[in-house]
């Protein structure tokens, strides 16, 4: 059954086509949630905002819009991710959980995204400052493998796409991601507790 007749279903009440398309756009959801970060929260947060997204774009899907059900579906997942991440900036760390995004030299995206709406002057330069010291110890911590690795993980790959892009085994990739992980928590131990 295609989406878009589970999406109408769910509409109507149908739970088994509701958890159907929950656990089709469980792997869009997760690979979307990557790029983003919630400070005091864990990726599982961000997937529950995206898990609402898509909720919401079950409630809200119109045939007639003529536009399919995945590409309304992930303009859902990713607004509501989004506005998770606004909500969470307007509490009292405001600093530490606004935005900007984190840069490399070669393509300027990095794909991790702390978002800076509505922020005082103060604020901005205080992020721009956190991004900046992110972007160093990245540069500093990560081998160019690990970047690479990193990169191609928060553009949503598999471990297998992964490693045929690098060149490296599964195992490598997975060992890589582990290290990135361990090394990441350090760096943001180090930059936010300071």
């Known amino acids: 059954m295609t989406d878009e007749k589970l999406a109408l279903l769910a509409k109507e009440g149908d739970q088994s086509a509701e958890l159907e ?9 997760t690979k979307l949630s990557r790029g983003f970060y919630l400070v005091g929260g864990d990726v599982e947060d961000i997937i529950q905002e995206g898990m609402i997204g898509l909720y919401k774009a079950i409630k809200g899907f119109d045939p ?15 607004r509501q991710i989004q506005s998770a991440i606004r909500n969470a900036s307007t509490q009292k760390n405001l600093v530490l959980s606004s935005a900007l995004p984190i840069t490399d030299e070669e393509n300027d995206e990095l794909g991790i995204f702390l978002i800076s709406d509505g922020l005082s002057p103060e604020q901005v330069l205080a992020n721009k400052q956190m991004a900046q010291d992110l972007k160093e110890a990245f540069a500093k ?23 045929d892009k690098t060149g490296q085994t599964k195992k490598s990739i997975d060992n890589a991601l582990s290290r990135i992980k361990k090394k990441i928590s350090l760096m943001r131990n180090s930059i936010f507790d300071t």
Do not use: D, M, W
Not at 64 to 78: L, Q
Not at 144 to 153: F, S, T
């Open 21 to 29: 398309l929950f656990n089709r756009y469980r792997t869009t959801i």
């Open 64 to 78: 007639k819009k003529e536009v399919s059900f995945s590409t309304f579906a992930s303009i859902c997942i990713r």
């Open 141 to 163: 911590e990560l081998s160019p493998l690990e970047h690479r690795v990193l990169k191609c993980y928060l553009e949503g790959l598999s471990y297998q796409e992964i490693a």
